[in-house]
């Protein structure tokens, strides 16, 4: 069947395949899925399919290889088998070999041709647009060091892991959150780990926000959205991580993946920076049902959570490298380092890297020379974008939504753009990331406000005592 001769009538019958295909799901599924489905060749018993994305690659053979092999051997009863490819400017590669004991390896690029029987007892295939953030191996239940800031969200998560193993659905949906650095994602990849363990045949779904938000945007682009929407559905245990960063349309689609999943009662669980009623990038719904589900604060290390953290990595350490942490230099880093928990680990690999380069045993002293940076930062305290907005909002008495909105009047786009300033003066976050809190803008913006409240500084002396005035009142 592979010969030129037939190159023809080939064509017709996958013209004829397609045609049926057609009948069978419908135009608005053909289109979605299928409009782009191209027959590079027939070898022996198989056909070779390509498709211009991964995505539809993946969830063509997931859900409809069955039916198109049955469509096509209604045609010519030969064929018992479909390969998929990618094409890739155009061409899909590799051509398919006639007759091989075993399948070729797939070249980069390709999915794997496999049976039709075979996937569906693979379960969910993983491509691109197919899996979900990276996990790390290292954030288990096992390795999260409790306390009583988090000990009611290291509970609840262990919960929520239970449940899922056993096909229920605990709390839901579950909203965890906490400034940087407490132990969010944390606890997200630790329910990933412990629901998957128990059953590795479970769908479980962990995103950060700018993964679900860059799946979305290609996918759009890829003409294949309604794929995505279905296959984010179909997941049992959904994980999304730094929420506030979800922005435009995929604030939109997490709105509707969210209501169809609660509705079917599959277990969510989301982490951000602040209270779902914080959320201003999300629909008033959205944001209703986050706060009619669980809300789960992690609230500020004490010094004794602390200690605990700085002693289970000392003891990581001497393990790993032979190094000993006497008791009072864990006592000091827990004493002067107080921002959040990432910075206690920093510190102790700090000294790690310390002794390993000047073989100097780690003493107070050294902790004191080493970690210098971070006891001067724990004098002022972390303002938060949110902090700045109810600040300014109430200072110049204008509602803090209109600061977000893009209202142009005088009387708002003055607070707006110092708000701004404060926020690129006072926090660590980038412009981008300010933009986004803004209400969806682009750096640019940030950046002409920045420089716009810079210069009517230098000429208004009345402005300066203001900002001066705002910034003391967020610092203290």
Not at 59 to 75: D, P, V
Not at 102 to 118: F, I
Not at 246 to 267: N, V
């Amino acid at each position: 069947m592979g010969d030129e001769g037939n190159e023809g009538s080939e064509n017709e019958l996958f013209a004829r395949v397609r045609a049926k295909l057609k009948v069978a799901v419908g135009e608005d599924v053909f289109n979605s899925w299928f409009a782009r489905l191209e027959l590079e060749e027939m070898v022996e018993d198989r056909a070779h399919l390509s498709v211009p994305t991964r995505f539809l690659c993946s969830w063509i053979q997931s859900n409809y290889s069955e039916r198109i092999l049955e469509t096509f051997r209604t045609e010519n009863a030969a064929i018992e088998r479909l390969h998929f490819t990618v094409r890739v400017n155009g061409q899909a590669r590799p051509r398919l070999a006639p007759v091989a004991e075993a399948e070729p390896q797939a070249a980069p690029g390709t999915v794997p041709a496999a049976p039709v029987r075979s996937i569906r007892e693979a379960g969910l295939l993983k491509g691109d647009a197919l899996h979900g953030s990276a996990l790390d191996p290292k954030m288990t239940f096992d390795s999260f060091v409790v306390g009583a800031p988090n000990e009611m969200a290291l509970g609840i998560a262990r919960q929520v892991a239970d449940a899922a193993a056993n096909n229920t659905v605990s709390f839901n949906p579950v909203y965890i959150h906490s400034t940087v650095g407490l132990g969010k994602s944390h606890l997200l990849n630790a329910i990933a780990w412990a629901s998957g363990a128990a059953d590795p045949a479970r769908n479980i779904v962990y995103l950060t926000a700018d993964h679900f938000m860059y799946h979305f945007i290609n996918a759009v682009k890829g003409q294949s959205a309604l794929a995505f929407k279905e296959w984010l559905r179909r997941v049992d245990v959904l994980l999304i991580d730094d929420m506030q960063f979800l922005q435009g349309k995929s604030a939109t689609e997490f709105g509707h993946t969210i209501g169809t999943l609660l509705t079917g009662a599959k277990q969510v669980v989301v982490a951000g920076d602040a209270p779902p009623r914080d959320l201003e990038m999300l629909d008033e719904r959205v944001r209703s049902r986050l706060s009619g589900g669980l809300v789960v604060p992690i609230t500020t290390f004490d010094v004794t959570l602390r200690r605990s953290i700085v002693a289970k990595r000392a003891e990581q350490a001497a393990t790993r490298f032979g190094v000993q942490f006497p008791e009072q230099v864990i006592d000091y880093i827990a004493r002067v380092v107080v921002s959040h928990g990432r910075d206690l680990d920093g510190a102790v690999n700090r000294l790690v890297a310390a002794n390993q380069l000047t073989h100097e045993p780690i003493t107070v002293p050294l902790a004191e020379r080493t970690l210098a940076d971070l006891v001067r930062s724990r004098e002022a305290r972390r303002v938060r974008i949110e902090d700045i907005l109810r600040v300014v909002s109430r200072h110049y008495k204008v509602q803090r939504n209109d600061l977000l909105s893009s209202r142009r009047s005088r009387d708002v786009v003055r607070p707006r753009q110092i708000a701004m300033y404060l926020a690129k003066a006072l926090t660590s976050r980038s412009l981008p990331e300010i933009g986004r809190r803004f209400g969806g803008r682009d750096h640019t913006t940030v950046l002409h406000s920045v420089r716009k409240v810079e210069q009517m500084m230098k000429d208004d002396g009345d402005l300066c005592q203001d900002i001066e005035l705002l910034k003391r009142m967020l610092e203290e």
